[in-house]
């Protein structure tokens, strides 16, 4: 709990999976990808209860064997390559109601901590946030971006005016990293999503804003945790 308010913690983790196939329990620097985010929201100070959504039973085995048992099984229907993750925190919540504030946490983000979870929460509530999401300054800045037309000519993303030319003169952006969604969970219901005008940022370092989508993101990714271990 955080103040009074009880807390749940979603583990959205179905089993297809495109870019790499059975990621959320693949290995990663020694444990499944799930373990990690697990792990996290286990050490948080506030989280009271974690439900794992899954429509998979190698991963709901994997999951019981860490200490997390689903206490359902996700439906067929919330497991389509097409299905929204609101579909399935919305699933989550009606089968587990009772909580004040509810958190997503996807797998693919292991490199997210428990201080962060925490910070996040102790953030939202004290500025009086309805939510909350976690954010990073992106690669390359959209003020440098184009788009390319159809007769393969060059068109500024944003108002060719706003273009900044020196990279010392760019302002600040971000962009979602998928680490943290947060929401008081009547506020959440009424929205139907987590980010809106009056959602607050959480500001992340790069180094734990890494989102798992390929081969190559897991490899980067076990080398940061290696890299963290020896630190």
Not at 54 to 74: K, N, Q
Not at 88 to 101: K, M, N, Q, R, Y
Not at 149 to 176: C, F, H, I, S, W
Request: aromatic share 6%.
């Amino acid at each position: 709990m955080i103040g009074e308010r009880r807390v749940l913690a979603i583990v959205p983790a179905r089993g297809g999976s495109k870019g790499l196939p059975r990621k959320n329990i693949r290995e990663l620097a020694g444990k499944p990808l799930i373990a990690w985010t697990l792990e996290a929201a286990s050490g948080s100070r506030y989280i009271d209860q974690i439900i794992v959504s899954t429509d998979d039973e190698e991963i709901a085995s994997v999951c019981a064997g860490l200490g997390h048992p689903p206490p359902f099984m996700r439906p067929a229907a919330l497991a389509n390559d097409d299905t929204s993750g609101m579909d399935v925190v919305f699933h989550t919540l009606e089968a587990s109601p009772g909580h004040d504030i509810t958190i997503l946490l996807q797998p693919t983000s292991p490199l997210r901590n428990s201080e962060d979870i925490d910070q996040a929460l102790e953030s939202m509530t004290a500025n009086e946030a309805p939510a909350c999401v976690s954010v990073t300054e992106p690669d390359k800045s959209p003020y440098w971006m184009y788009r390319v037309n159809p007769e393969g000519m060059m068109q500024p993303l944003l108002n060719p005016e706003d273009t900044v030319k020196r990279r010392q003169d760019l302002p600040a952006v971000y962009v979602l990293n998928g680490d943290l969604y947060i929401a008081y969970t009547d506020w959440l219901i009424k929205n139907r999503q987590f980010v809106t005008e009056e959602t607050l940022a959480f500001k992340m370092p790069k180094n734990r804003s890494l989102e798992i989508d390929d081969e190559t993101d897991r490899q980067v990714a076990e080398a940061l945790l290696k890299i963290n271990s020896l630190g």
